[in-house]
């Protein structure tokens, strides 16, 4: 299994809900051409690196701390990595996130950008990105796709629903359940 995690450059990714479930194949493509300096760059522009590289650099051996960083980065939402997300439907500017067959095309897209993030990822965007970076760098990974996931948008470690009195469902609070 350690082999198939860290050199298998295809699989299948799942995405949709827990009533709809469809697979798709995703190229890793940890192997291709740039992708490794690439990957070298994600690190080097992490919010970790630029604040204090000497401890940053003296960290890189650990895989639990690789695994903070590059998914951090990954996201763009959050630190200005790799992949912006987009839930809204509505993608001008960008790529419908359905429409990403590979790894390799969006890391490519983000090097020749100037490392600007590349417009559009949802939740196995992410996911598969950050599974052919750590490949890449010998990491063991996976894509796990998770149906029926929470939110806990204020860190109270809960899910809170509100519901008026007679039981309707009120849009109160940043948690959320999809």
């Not at 997300?85 to 359905?98: A, I, L, Q, V």
């Not at 965007?125 to 010998?138: K, N, Q, S």
Request: charged share 20%; net charge negative; aromatic share 12%.
């Amino acid at each position: 299994e350690c082999e198939e995690y860290v050199l298998e450059e295809f699989g299948i990714i799942f995405a949709g809900n827990k009533n709809h479930i469809s697979g798709f194949g995703w190229n890793f493509g940890q192997f291709q051409g740039d992708i490794l300096n690439i990957c070298l760059s994600i690190m080097d522009r992490s919010l970790y690196y630029r604040q204090d590289p000497v401890t940053d650099v003296s960290h890189r051996h650990d895989p639990r701390y690789l695994g903070r960083v590059l998914s951090a980065m990954v996201n763009a939402n959050d630190d200005q990595g790799v992949v912006l997300g987009n839930w809204s439907g509505k993608y001008e500017g960008g790529k419908n996130p359905s429409s990403w067959t590979g790894s390799g095309e969006i890391l490519q897209s983000w090097k020749k950008s100037g490392f600007k993030p590349v417009k559009y990822g949802q939740c196995w965007v992410f996911a598969a990105v950050l599974t052919t970076v750590l490949r890449c760098l010998g990491i063991p990974t996976r894509t796990i796709t998770n149906f029926s996931s929470a939110h806990d948008a204020d860190g109270n470690l809960r899910v809170d629903e509100f519901y008026d009195a007679d039981g309707n469902h009120l849009e109160r609070g940043a948690d959320s359940i999809w």
